[in-house]
């Protein structure tokens, strides 16, 4: 079991940046692919970003140019730096961890973020 806590939410203008945190249990360096999602009200959940145990990054188009993810294999973290903040960007933010080898997934319990017009 993989226990995620996400921080570095909060309230900002358009334009500004914010940077999210996730803090995972256990080890997740060569054992897990990260991601992050979020989720708007009314909306579905839909990826940002992943970052694979290879390093391997992918980004949905909305946010290309703009986030970028990382992680910290030593600390146990994954980070989503987001600049050029949108109105359209508010949402929940979760992380996830996939240990791939066994198709399992863990969630966080997201951390909200909204950005004023």
């Known amino acids: 079991q993989v226990q995620l806590v996400e921080s570095g939410g909060g309230l900002v203008q358009a334009g500004g940046s914010l940077r999210l945190s996730c803090v995972a249990s256990?080890?997740?360096?060569?054992?897990?692919?990260m991601a992050w999602y979020r989720q708007a009200p009314g909306k579905q959940r839909e990826l940002v970003a992943n970052i694979f145990s290879g390093g391997n990054l992918n980004y949905a188009e909305s946010v290309k140019g703009r986030f970028t993810i990382s992680r910290d294999n030593v600390k146990n973290t994954v980070y989503l730096q987001m600049n050029s903040l949108k109105s359209e960007d508010t949402a929940v933010y979760y992380c996830?961890?996939?240990?791939?080898?066994?198709?399992?997934?863990?969630w966080g319990k997201g951390t909200q973020v909204t950005v004023s017009s």
């Open positions: 996830r961890a996939t240990r791939y080898s066994v198709g399992v997934n863990y």
């Open positions: 256990t080890s997740i360096d060569s054992m897990y692919d």
